[in-house]
């Protein structure tokens, strides 16, 4: 099926761990994105990728790296883990102005707990 | 700071009802208003989307009402039904090309009992 994809589905760290949660998508948009939704937060916008081999900061970029791998693939990776990054990860795509429908699709998500 | 104000937080309505969220933005940037919505487990999905330049979209059960000069805008859902039962985001969005940087707001989580 079309769409976003992430894995994994869920993960439990260790304070100070690594990891790098992946997203691929198969719809040919230009745009991807990686939020983090948090009770009482909403989503919050971690980076994004306008297009592919550019990478800019969301709001929230303190503690993440992300890599553009090609037009599909978009990573975002925890370097040091800490419990404030406990939360549920969404990739996100979008295939550009004029597209039907405008505006995102979500993958699934990733719940990463840090103990 | 919040840039998309969304109140309520929760709400509860009685099948057949009308829920109402309402949205409050201060960025005139925006040019484009967005809502999602989010059943458990599972990522938003695009429910309906209005621009700027428009006061009311419909679709189905579900309405927009736009107030530029205000900076609000609502999510009526009229004839309320338990599968509408999910969490809802209203958003603004910059839009710069082939990009679409979107703001949230905190949610809804909505409940419609029978």
């Known amino acids: 099926n079309a769409g976003v994809t992430q894995t994994p589905k869920f993960q439990v760290l260790k304070t100070g761990q690594s990891m790098t949660l992946q997203c691929a998508q198969d719809m040919n948009h230009n745009s991807m994105y990686w939020y983090r939704q948090d009770p009482g937060m909403g989503l919050r916008l971690i980076y994004y990728?306008?297009?592919?081999?550019?990478?800019d900061k969301g709001e929230v970029p303190n503690g993440y790296n992300v890599s553009r791998l090609n037009k599909r693939e978009f990573s975002l990776r925890l370097e040091s883990a800490a419990p404030s990054q406990t939360s549920v990860y969404f990739c996100?795509?979008?295939?550009?102005?004029?597209?039907?429908?405008?505006?995102?699709?979500f993958g699934s998500g990733t719940r990463l707990t840090v103990v | 700071q919040q840039q998309v104000k969304q109140s309520p937080q929760s709400l509860i309505v009685q099948k057949g009802g009308i829920s109402i969220i309402n949205c409050a933005y201060e960025n005139t940037a925006f040019d484009y208003f967005p809502w999602y919505q989010q059943f458990p487990g599972k990522g938003p999905a695009l429910l309906i989307a209005?621009?700027?330049?428009?006061s009311e979209k419909k679709e189905g059960r579900f309405t927009i009402s736009f107030n530029k000069s205000a900076k609000q805008f609502s999510l009526h859902i009229m004839d309320s039904q338990p599968g509408d039962s999910a969490t809802y985001f209203c958003?603004?969005?910059?839009?710069?090309?082939?990009?679409?940087?979107?703001?949230f707001g905190i949610g809804t989580k909505l409940q419609v009992i029978p």
């Open positions: 990728s306008a297009s592919e081999g550019t990478t």
């Open positions: 958003a603004a969005s910059i839009n710069s090309g082939g990009y679409q940087k979107v703001t």
């Open positions: 209005i621009r700027p330049d428009v």
């Open positions: 996100a795509s979008y295939a550009g102005r004029g597209a039907t429908p405008y505006g995102y699709t």
